[in-house]
Structures are given as structure tokens and as C-alpha cells.
């Protein structure tokens, strides 16, 4: 499979909605960037076990081209328990908005910034779970993950200007956590679920938790 996008963003400077006299500072731009994205994965079976192996090629019109890998296993440990894994690294560009959109105000107090100079993330992911069917309408599952994330895009403040944030890559961080979720099928046209993840975030390098993802 195989995705081709192509962005032409303009931003208009911000102006009175009734006069459109633009306000004091705000500027505009015109920047388009292109991406391409090509994807392969197959499932293998092998009687109780899984396997799903996969392969993503992106190109980015600003960055070097990227192969992700990724690899997914299950395994029935009974006839209602499944056990489940997988590892592959996570790509993302940053985003137009995130390059090229001039300042603009978050509030009264903060000013939100751009940055050209932004990195793609580069993110390594693992997780492993497994899901327990009580009975055909209820079934329980519980999985942990951990990221492993290099330049991470966050927005921090920027040093010597009170009021201003930009985004910022993180050059070394992780994420990790666990998730569970309950499922009950009540009726055919009924179905409850409720489910619970916590996720913690930490910057490596300044050994400081990860806030304002």
C-alpha cells in the first residue's frame, strides 16, 4: 500500500474581524512541504501462533528518507487467553504548523512560536499484553508498552523571553505505561466498556518529567 500528500499551507496575518486591519506583529507565510509513505505487512499462522512482520518506507520533501520496521506476535495460550507482542520504530515528521506558522497567541500571556529547525521523532516502541475472554460477551485485557524516543517535539520556554514557547525537540526521552480495558457485549445492540491507562514521560538527559505532552 502506498500514501502521497502534498501541503500548501498559507497563514494570513491575524487581523480585527470587522476592519481586517492586521494586529500589530502578526505576520503571514507560505510554505508546502510533500510526503510520501509506502507500507507492506503479511500474517503468518502457524497453528496457536502469529506472526505479523511489516515494513514502512516514508520520504519527507525536508528529510532523508526513513524505513520503519515492525514486528508483531500472538500466541492462544488457551482457548480463551491470547498473549500478544510486538516491537518496530514510529517515525513522524514535524508538521507544517510546528515549522513555519508565525507566532500566535496561546492566551492574553503566552505567545506560542515555531521552529524551523525541528527534527523528525524517531521512536522505538515495545508492548506486550494479554487479552482473557470470561465468557463470549465479556473479556478483559491488559497490556504494558514502553517508547523509547529520540527528539521527541514538545514546546518548552524559551530562555530570556518571558511570555514565548516554541517547540522543541527532546533529544533523548521514554514513555512508558500500562493499559486495561473490560468489554461486556450486554445486547447485540449494547456494548460497555471501560478502560484505564496510565503513561509516564521522562526527558533522559535532564533526568526531569515529561509534563506537557
Known amino acids: 500500500l502506498a500514501r502521497l500528500e502534498f501541503q ?17 506583529g502578526s505576520s503571514q507565510a507560505n510554505e508546502a512541504i510533500t510526503t ?5 505487512q503479511d500474517e503468518i499462522r502457524l ?20 524505513v520503519s520496521p515492525k514486528l508483531g506476535i500472538s500466541y492462544q495460550l488457551t482457548g480463551d487467553t ?7 520504530r514510529a517515525y513522524r515528521a514535524p508538521s507544517v504548523t510546528e515549522l ?8 492574553p500571556f503566552i505567545r506560542l512560536r515555531p521552529n524551523p529547525n ?22 478483559v485485557s491488559l497490556d504494558g508498552f514502553y517508547n523509547s524516543m529520540q527528539d521527541f517535539i514538545i514546546t518548552q520556554a524559551v530562555p530570556g523571553s518571558p511570555g514565548i514557547v516554541q517547540y522543541q525537540n ?16 450486554a445486547r447485540d445492540w449494547l456494548t460497555l466498556f471501560a478502560n484505564y491507562t496510565f503513561l509516564q514521560s521522562n526527558d533522559k538527559v535532564n533526568q526531569v518529567r515529561i509534563t506537557n505532552l
Not at 510520501?36 to 507492506?40: D, S, W
Not at 516502541?125 to 465468557?135: I, P
Not at 527532546?170 to 457485549?185: C, K, P, Q
Request: charged fraction near 25%; aromatic fraction near 12%; avoid cysteine.
Open 8 to 24: 500548501v499551507l498559507r497563514f494570513d496575518p491575524v487581523g480585527d474581524a470587522d476592519t481586517k486591519a492586521p494586529f500589530p
Open 36 to 40: 510520501v509513505g509506502f507500507y507492506l
Open 47 to 66: 497453528g496457536k501462533l502469529g506472526i505479523i512482520p511489516g515494513v514502512r518506507l516514508d520520504k519527507h520533501s525536508l528529510f532523508d528518507a526513513v
Open 82 to 88: 491470547d498473549l500478544r507482542t510486538s516491537v518496530g
Open 100 to 107: 513555519f506558522r508565525p507566532e500566535w497567541n496561546l492566551n
Open 118 to 139: 525541528l527534527k523528525p521523532e524517531y521512536i522505538w516502541a515495545v508492548d506486550a499484553g494479554l487479552e482473557h475472554r470470561f465468557s463470549p460477551t465479556l473479556r
Open 170 to 185: 527532546l533529544s533523548d526521552s521514554w514513555s512508558g505505561g500500562a493499559e486495561t480495558t473490560i468489554e461486556w457485549r
